[in-house]
């Protein structure tokens, strides 16, 4: 009987890298060594008891056992004989050899914290190197050199247009191009101005792009492009690739901006019996006449005038309408043209 058995036992413990007590685990892995010994080497239910034993000779083993002839029936009776009257043998090959091979490996691997200091180890190196060997490795480094100047382009709404942006644009975009023409892939990127940016204040962002070794003054050339998407619209103003050169690109809407003063005087409201009057507003937007504001005017408000920031097309004029409410009902003007700055209201009624 050949037996062998093989156990591997392998335990990874980094308490001692990370300062961590670990003295549980060890009491859990040798109680767990400990029964794995006794199922081993136990000779009476482990792996090492022995197996049960082969007889050498059981009963009724030997075959052809003589029986009693006629004669000895009749006067002796029946049963075995006493003996066997010729010589008969059993031959049994029986090897009783026992090998037990048990194998236990018990490993276990940790890991440690070993100090570097890399700046004293290049320092070490550098001063072990002499002459070509030395400026082989090291050197001193220009961190002004063509290869590692980056050039920071400044993006910023128009302030002009800032205050008024969320009552007619959803958003502003610039798509950002640099093209190299030394085998280096452009470099292109995206600035977004959205309404709730723009309202809290947050009307500037930056745009980084490297020099990658250009030699000459074209490196601070770079091409752009800004969209506008008005509210109320599904296609947004799309404008073409610009070529510049400078550090700060403004965005600015293809609008013209008019600050209109709206003027009332609240004594004409009383004695006319108005209680209110509401303004349209109406401009010339992408080549479509758009109601782009609306005034509420009462006769109880105590400001007398009042301020309002339109946009229209480059070239357009801008258009109102009046609307004054009475307790005997409305009465709606018509649409007029709005040529000044400055618009005074007067109930004609």
Not at 150 to 156: A, C, G, L, P
């Amino acid at each position: 009987m050949i037996r062998d058995q093989v156990i591997k036992v392998q335990s990874f413990d980094r308490g001692a890298s990370l300062n961590v007590s670990t003295k549980d685990m060890d009491n859990i892995l040798n109680m767990v060594t400990d029964k794995l010994i006794d199922v081993m080497f136990d000779p009476t239910k482990g792996w090492a008891k022995d197996p049960e034993r082969v007889a050498s000779v059981g009963q009724n083993q030997i075959p052809m056992r003589q029986e009693r002839g006629f004669f000895g029936q009749l006067f002796a009776g029946t049963g075995n004989q006493e003996y066997v009257s010729d010589n008969q043998f059993v031959v049994k090959d029986i090897k009783d050899e026992r090998l037990n091979r048990f194998y236990l490996n018990l490993s276990k691997s940790t890991t440690i914290k070993v100090p570097v200091y890399t700046s004293g180890n290049i320092a070490f190196l550098m001063n072990n190197l002499e002459g070509k060997e030395r400026d082989k490795y090291f050197g001193t480094v220009n961190l002004d050199d063509p290869d590692f100047q980056m050039r920071d382009i400044n993006v910023q709404v128009d302030g002009a247009f800032s205050e008024a942006f969320g009552e007619i644009f959803n958003f502003v975009s610039l798509n950002f191009r640099k093209a190299y023409n030394n085998g280096q892939s452009d470099v292109t990127k995206d600035v977004v101005f959205d309404r709730k940016a723009v309202e809290a204040g947050n009307v500037l962002q930056h745009v980084l792009y490297p020099r990658l070794g250009l030699q000459k003054f074209d490196w601070l050339n770079y091409e752009y492009r800004i969209s506008w998407s008005l509210k109320g619209k599904n296609k947004s103003i799309d404008g073409q690739w610009m070529k510049a050169n400078g550090n700060a690109i403004a965005l600015v809407p293809p609008f013209v901006k008019k600050t209109i003063e709206v003027d009332a005087d609240r004594g004409f409201f009383k004695e006319k019996n108005v209680m209110s009057a509401s303004v349209r507003f109406l401009a010339i937007v992408q080549g479509e006449a758009v109601v782009q504001k609306t005034l509420v005017l009462r006769a109880s408000d105590t400001e007398v005038t009042s301020k309002v920031a339109l946009f229209c097309d480059p070239g357009e004029t801008l258009g109102y309408q009046v609307t004054w409410h009475t307790k005997e009902g409305d009465k709606k003007e018509d649409i007029k043209v709005l040529d000044q700055d400055y618009l005074i209201l007067v109930p004609r009624i």
